[in-house]
């Protein structure tokens, strides 16, 4: 057969997100999943929802959801974007924002999903790296750019930078748009989202997935000024109206609407932090301060690559990456008390092996 | 306060989808939505989910809900892709498969949402006028191209095309990756499925929002050979790994197992057509045959935007498109019939008026 017609598909070498593993009887610590299940007031519109209803469109802009986040964040409903996760809410913000002829900037250690989309889009970038304790250099962002995103706190550093940083960045960069992705924020970094109406050039992006506790339902959220969120808004309805189902929108509002629970299983979660971070220092490890739901971990003692192996042939996912600078760490994801103490025996069981 | 940031926002004109309304008491027969509830087997999947699990990402690549399809249309489960609607499945296609130097070409009258895609990703692109029954002339697309698209049965014309035409198409078409986009195939058009396995290039989409009541869910699908199914994979996951929530896919594997279901609605839907059709014919309207599960019509002796506003104001939301060849005709979804009693009452007051 003729096969002139593979000329014009596509060649690209896609992201590779955390191992899965149908297995349930797994401590799954890889994926910086929230331990806690979503706010029982999301279940309970779930259980409530009109199933014949479904047979319609969800609202294309889900404005009812973007309510629910504009309140909490205390902005108007048109500063608000909602999309299919924020990996959606991303990769349209870099097709809405990075249209320059000048490479857009981010540290060398970060989110591994942003090459993949300057790859798909054709993005020109720059990397500048993090220092020897893994802290950005905001001076580095003085140099002209196409756009910057940064994570913070940064993954999977789990490291976050305060005000003065966001302050320094934003001044520097008048000219193109900044994008701050907060999917971790909530667990103990400082938001930017205040910063949105000084700067009309600045998007903060976030996630339901991480403190929500709903990475099942596929739920992402930015806030900007009005014009990044219409512009975002035109590119999204030139590329699918109806990203997020009548489901995740009924789930998100209530989601965001429990500041009781929200409040609740972050404390939680911050204090399991606390003592596993002392916990692993007393076995030696360095680990770095975390602001997230998980934290970077190394040992001078061990190879961190066999502890990761030796972890999962004990029904322990946490998660290695086989990258320069970080290949002596492993991230472990914070769950229940109950799995860290299965965790922090594995880890004695490979010290002790 | 300094705007140079900007000059590198994407000015883009995007999709304009059905008009929705918040009010619960209209005839909502504008949008090509089923007027029958859901499976009761997919509601029976949701009530059943254990929403704990929700805190997890759902599977990447949503292997269940694949093995689903691929059954029920008689392939394997690696001919099949599913994406967050049959919008964000064509979108990726057309990233993954028109990247050519000639343009791509499809109907002067079709989906309105091809030439957006195509401005949102530089596409180029031709059009082949209908001919004055609104069928597509299969010898137009004799001309070297970088792609085609097509609906069957196309949409909003309602007409099908069969097996013959298909194998024209693709004997013409050896060089380029050829879609059908089948997302009204299942309202009595005729399915390209079976051609996969003899044309490597051909892919045939499909969507869960149309014959299987699950709008509010966002579940499309492509089915092809492995080659085009492993690059719409490659660039999905450079796009967003994960697209179709927990959720949907439980709710979409029921669905699709409920061919019982599917067919009885499925019949009632044509049934209803049948006899709408003949009552605005014996009204004097020009409609023509449908294959999908809506009607375009017009009549000589009166406007057709005069009756969609009459019918609007009456609560009886039909689709009217101001663009020239149809701006004769409107376009009506097939509802209950009780609802097309309404719409049907609304047409002789508006005669009567």
Same mark, same amino acid.
């Given at each position: ?192 989202? #205040?910063? /949105?109406? =000084? $700067? ?13 506790? +709903?990475? *099942? ?106 990258? #320069?600078? /970080?290949? =002596? $760490? ?13 965790? +922090?025996? *594995? ?7």
């Amino acid at each position: 057969m003729n096969d002139l017609w593979k000329k014009n598909l596509r060649d690209i070498e896609p992201y590779v997100p955390g191992e899965q593993s149908k297995d349930r009887d797994i401590v799954k610590i890889n994926a910086n999943e929230n331990p806690y299940p979503p706010s029982p007031k999301a279940v309970e519109a779930l259980k409530n929802f009109d199933t014949d209803r479904l047979r319609f469109y969800p609202q294309a802009n889900a404005t009812a959801l973007k309510q629910a986040i504009a309140e909490y964040y205390k902005v108007k409903t048109e500063n608000v974007f909602v999309g299919n996760g924020s990996d959606d809410v991303l990769a349209l913000a870099f097709q809405a924002f990075f249209n320059g002829d000048k490479p857009i900037a981010y540290p060398d250690i970060t989110y591994s999903f942003y090459p993949v989309w300057c790859r798909l889009l054709g993005i020109e970038y720059v990397n500048y790296p993090l220092d020897e304790n893994f802290r950005i250099n905001v001076d580095d962002y003085k140099e002209e750019n196409g756009g910057v995103v940064i994570p913070n706190p940064n993954a999977p550093t789990s490291i976050g930078e305060g005000r003065e940083f966001v302050e320094k960045l934003m001044e520097y960069n008048r000219d193109s748009v900044v994008i701050i992705d907060e999917a971790y924020c909530d667990f103990g970094g400082v938001s930017s989202v #205040p910063f /949105i109406e =000084k $700067y009309e050039n600045l998007l903060v992006t976030g996630t339901f997935s991480k403190s929500r506790s +709903l990475a *099942g339902m596929r739920i992402g959220f930015a806030i900007g000024s009005k014009t990044l969120i219409d512009t975002l808004e035109a590119v999204k309805n030139s590329y699918n109206s109806y990203t997020v189902d009548a489901l995740s929108i009924a789930m998100g509002i209530e989601a965001m609407k429990d500041v009781e629970y929200f409040n609740k299983t972050i404390s939680k979660i911050i204090a399991t932090r606390t003592r596993v971070t002392e916990e692993l220092r007393l076995l030696g490890f360095e680990v770095l301060d975390s602001q997230t739901n998980f934290i970077m971990a190394t040992h001078e003692g061990y190879n961190m690559k066999e502890m990761f192996e030796y972890l999962k042939d004990n029904k322990i996912f946490i998660r290695y990456f086989n990258q #320069p600078r /970080i290949n =002596k $760490y492993v991230r472990i994801t914070i769950g229940t008390d109950e799995e860290m103490d299965k965790f +922090l025996q *594995g880890v004695k069981d490979f010290i002790n092996r």
